[in-house]
């Protein structure tokens, strides 16, 4: 079964020529089966792409959701592999995870099956792109949207990254497996959707501003995708296969329209970098943490009455250069190494390069705001209003808050304010600190 959005683009390895852009987008994906026994493809795929002996890897849940299934598809084609089952409970993803998966691959198996969702997807593909083998991922639950994606969300040196890896050849799932994952990381995979509201409007205010290169086209795939899954969602989490199984679709076009632009602006904001935060506080302190995707919900519901009260506020020139005066660049960093541990340094050695902070280059964006300020205002009123994004959340049972996963006031408001340095890129953050409110948002 193909994807319902765009069918013609979403495996063609050639790419296609965008009529918005003018550029030639390429995805990567060269097969995607979600249906019924879509599991049974495994043989035609592996032969398909000149397989005789695959590595395939599970964690302890996923063995039992589809690993043992897709094991059973193998042995009955007769084709010999190679089983890894990771058996920690919650594996991280992180150097741990991927060098046990390099250790536990024999160099005689020459592709990637790796059954699950966001860590074990991500662990396969970068084995894969390692050891340049073809990958195949067998979908465990609509969790994530990084199924398709040519990239791996990993911890590094404690600090979040994604790391170019390779859009797996092949994603597989069936409806009923996916149904049956638990409804928060059905509900995470939403949240994790619904972050695109935010995504898209921040790809655009940046292409203002800054002049990061911005495509319609695929800009419109993400908003199908995200349509599909706000429709889909109610009954998803409810055990509906059918609305699983389009939960799904859309995650995976999420993930090929970041390989489409060549960028993740398409589908990951300030709302990830709040999640971004809370994940690394949670490695170096053990603070509480959750799903990516519940906490990409929350911070998108977050995020958008942020941008509801910018709206409203006049911005000031002079209060702007007054607080870029004010800041200190090495209060700045003690504060990351406090708030953040080891994983600050690299935030730390990307400002070096990236000098946002520097005044003259505050001043020139400054004045890019003040006169592209109704741009940025006819942006924000494309965002969806507050309320029905939380009664939709709520309806949905996903947490409003980031208080209903155990994280505190204090670090939410960390969280807010520390996210814009995660990366070189432009998003509400960085925006408020140009005018000088980040203080009065946080």
């Not at 160099?107 to 662990?123: E, F, K, Q, R």
């Not at 979040?160 to 409806?175: F, G, Q, T």
């Not at 972050?195 to 086209?217: N, Q, R």
């Not at 000098?355 to 109704?374: F, Q, T, V």
Request: net charge negative.
């Amino acid at each position: 079964m193909k994807l319902n959005p765009s069918p013609a683009w979403l495996t063609e390895r050639d790419g296609f020529l965008c009529p918005s852009c003018g550029r030639r987008h390429f995805g990567g994906l060269r097969d995607c089966a979600i249906g019924e026994n879509a599991l049974s493809s495994l043989p035609v795929l592996l032969k398909k792409y000149g397989s005789v002996k695959p590595f395939v890897l599970c964690d302890r849940n996923t063995f039992a959701a589809a690993g043992e299934k897709a094991v059973s598809v193998l042995a009955s084609a007769g084709i010999p592999y190679v089983l890894h089952v990771v058996e920690r409970e919650r594996p991280a993803p992180d150097e741990r995870i991927v060098g046990e998966a390099v250790m536990y691959c024999p160099a005689d198996c020459d592709a990637v099956i790796a059954v699950g969702s966001g860590v074990l997807n991500d662990t396969g593909k970068i084995l894969a792109a390692a050891r340049k083998i073809p990958d195949l991922v067998v979908g465990t639950a609509p969790s994530m949207d990084g199924y398709a994606s040519g990239t791996s969300s990993m911890e590094r040196g404690g600090l979040k990254v994604s790391l170019p890896s390779k859009c797996p050849d092949a994603v597989i799932a069936e409806p009923e497996i996916l149904a049956s994952a638990p409804v928060h990381m059905i509900r995470s995979g939403i949240g994790d959707m619904l972050a695109k509201y935010v995504s898209l409007a921040e790809w655009k205010i940046a292409a203002l501003l800054v002049g990061d290169f911005y495509c319609e086209t695929v800009a419109d795939l993400v908003r199908e995708a995200l349509e599909i899954c706000v429709e889909a969602g109610p009954a998803a989490v409810n055990g509906d296969g059918d609305a699983a199984a389009k939960v799904t679709e859309g995650l995976v076009v999420s993930g090929l329209a970041m390989n489409y632009a060549g960028i993740s602006r398409p589908a990951s904001g300030m709302e990830h970098y709040i999640s971004h935060i809370l994940d690394m506080r949670a490695l170096a302190f053990g603070t509480p943490s959750d799903l990516h995707g519940i906490q990409c919900g929350i911070a998108t519901l977050e995020v958008v009455r942020a941008y509801e009260k910018l709206a409203k506020i006049a911005p000031d020139r002079e209060k702007a250069l007054r607080h870029a005066r004010k800041f200190d660049p090495e209060q700045w960093k003690a504060d990351l190494r406090e708030k953040l541990g080891p994983g600050a340094e690299a935030m730390i050695r990307g400002e070096e390069k990236e000098g946002k902070y520097d005044p003259g280059k505050h001043a020139a964006r400054l004045e890019k705001i003040l006169s592209g300020w109704d741009g940025i205002l006819s942006v924000i009123a494309e965002l969806p209003p507050s309320g029905e994004l939380e009664a939709f959340m709520k309806r949905i049972g996903h947490p409003v808050s980031f208080a209903e996963i155990g994280v505190s006031e204090e670090d939410a408001r960390d969280a807010f304010r520390l996210a814009p340095d995660i990366r070189d890129k432009y998003v509400l953050g960085r925006l408020l600190w140009d005018l000088g409110l980040t203080e009065e948002f946080c």
